[in-house]
């Protein structure tokens, strides 16, 4: 068996795990955004925006919605 094909598949192996990280930190982005006041905000206003961000720019994103979310009063969940 050739070399080549075992890094072929760690790196198939880690693209997946990757693109499940992503899609997870997405999912969570925006399930916690949509709890949370976002009017105002200027990096992303809506939950819908800070998932797109999230997926297609995670490493900026996150960190940033991390940063923010505690600064974002949360939504009453009776009104």
Known sequence: MRHGGR???AL???????LLLQVV????????SR???WKGDR???TPFKWALGAFFLWPLTVPV????RGK???LDPAA
């Open 65 to 68: 919605y991390l940063f923010r």
């Open 7 to 9: 890094r072929a598949d």
């Open 43 to 45: 990096f992303a206003d």
């Open 12 to 18: 198939r192996v880690r693209m997946l795990a990757e």
């Open 72 to 74: 974002r009063p949360v």
């Open 35 to 37: 709890r949370r006041d």
């Open 25 to 32: 930190l997405t999912a969570w982005v925006y399930w916690d």
